[in-house]
């Protein structure tokens, strides 16, 4: 480097600085670790999301959220309250509602996987776990159905009975197919909609079947 | 180790070629089954860390043979010995993970392409289906040439769901009580065993006689067949007459009997041939109509319930009350033998 050579540092000036990097006060690492937060932070944001997605379920609107993160919660916990609603149905008290309860598990788990698997293989757009966790949520409102059924049920089991149950399921029924095709058919070619919606109808129209149907005895 | 990784070298060949072949429908869509970045995959570093691991271990390792050849003996024995040991040992557990990785990707990577492998099959519109579900009522009249028969899936596939949605119907309005399994696994078993088993059953017969019909053909013309036992019994579970239910079974099953018939005759050559695949197909067909109207029917349950035994087979109905039945008769014998005293 020639250009450096008549470059010098005297001797008696001390070379001194900061070597410290200036922190930021807010690293990224703190807004992304949940460790140390209190539990009831954790399990009321989960809540909240969970709930949340029950509204959009209840009221259809074309967000994405339901879509976008998803999350299998409300899935289960309505599946397992659907399950132990259903049990009792069976006409020996000594079975004690067992297949019953493997019975709904069973339908809605391998019924979701099934119509996803069928929703892709028709060129849709949407992941597996979304798909899963649309269905899911969506029979929320057979849920809200077969709490109304026992309580009808609870007064009576005449035709009476039997025609506002079959009104109650009807309704929501057609409630949960239109809540999941509104999110699942818009992922679909304009054209093929018709073939992903009718698997759809069939799984919700098994499940008011099972729910219309059970006689607490 | 050493088997294992040419085992690895072994299965490299026919691989790579798959790999070759699923990448293309990958890059069409994007649209894979399971979106490898929303599942949370929590176990650990990625593919190339694990490779740059396994790439450090082996440097540090040849760093450490060196060190220890330069300094030797002028350390203890043990700890030499426990120094190599801790090397070796990190080292396999390096080698380990990263194969366990690789059997996972693998893995994964094969469950892609079984899934895309169904995709052409699938290749439908809805005017498609609804022209074919229509078509599968009406025989043809020409036998002399081969019919074409469209190898789809989709049709078949919801109208075996639809026939096991109708046959759970029909089971809980005649109250049929399955001990030994539940409702929907006899109706699943039986629809799925019927149409995957016939169908190969009868893709076999094929095979004999020479006909000209490939395994997804068949499956498909056995799932149109279907179309007509869906309308036969969605009518008869809810209507119960013995009479109409004939008719059905005559007329409906016999059309779709019938066209699967001939579309299968038109494809074969030879008078014993045909009859021979005929024969079977009619008499399969037919009968699962008769099988899945009697078996989950409400009036033949009395029957059954004095066919059977002593032991209960697995598909078990409830016990009637003998001792009321015992009672009463002999009441009416104390009575008969009183009268005539």
Known sequence: FPGLADVSISQDIPVEGEITVPVGSHSPDEDYSTLDEPVKDTIMRDLKAVGKKFVHVMYPRKSSALLRDWDLWGPLVLCVSLALMLQGGSADSKDDGGPQFAEVFVIIWFGAVVITLNSKLLGGTISFFQSLCVLGYCVLPLTVAMLVCRLVLLAGAGTVSFVIRLIVVGAMFGWSTLASTAFLADSQPPNRKALVVYPIFLFYFVISWMILTFTPQ | ?341
Request: aromatic share 10%.
């Open chain 2, 1 to 341: 180790v050493g088997p294992g990784r040419g085992r690895r070298r072994g299965r490299a060949g026919p691989g790579r070629t798959g790999a070759d072949a699923v990448s293309a429908p990958m890059q069409g869509g994007g649209s894979a089954v399971i979106d490898m970045e929303n599942m949370d995959d929590t176990s650990g570093s990625s593919f190339e860390d694990m490779g740059e691991m396994h790439q450090r271990m082996k440097e540090e390792e040849e760093e450490e043979a060196e060190g220890e050849a330069g300094t030797g003996e002028e350390e203890d024995g043990e700890f030499l010995g426990m120094k190599g040991l801790r090397g070796q040992l990190g080292r396999q557990v390096a080698d380990q993970m990263w194969q366990v990785g690789k059997r996972q990707a693998s893995r994964a990577f094969s469950l892609y392409a079984n899934i895309d492998i169904l995709r052409p099959y699938f290749d439908v519109e809805p005017v498609q289906v609804r022209a074919r579900l229509l078509e599968s009522m009406i025989p043809v009249k020409m036998i002399n040439f081969p019919q074409k028969i469209a190898g789809e899936l989709y049709g078949p596939l919801m109208l075996v769901f639809t026939l096991v949605a109708i046959l759970l119907h029909g089971m809980k309005t005649s109250d049929t009580i399955i001990r030994e399994g539940t409702l929907m696994g006899t109706a699943i078993g039986t629809c799925f065993g019927y149409w995957l088993g016939v169908s190969s059953f009868m893709y076999f017969l094929a095979y004999l006689c020479n006909a000209q019909i490939t395994m997804v053909q068949m499956l498909s013309l056995l799932g149109y067949g279907l179309f007509g036992h869906c309308i036969t019994l969605f009518v008869t579970y809810n209507i119960h007459f013995h009479s109409l239910f004939y008719i059905f079974w005559l007329v409906v099953g016999g059309l779709s009997t019938l066209r699967m018939v001939a579309v299968l005759v038109s494809r074969t050559v030879g008078h014993t041939q045909r009859l021979i695949l005929c024969g079977t197909l009619a008499a399969l067909h037919m009968l699962f109509l008769l099988y899945l109207h009697f078996a989950y029917h409400k009036v033949v349950e009395g029957i059954l319930d004095t066919l059977e035994g002593p032991n209960m087979p697995p598909f078990q109905r409830v016990a009637r009350d003998i001792p009321v039945v015992s009672n009463a008769v002999l009441n009416t014998t104390a009575k008969a033998i009183a009268l005539t005293l």
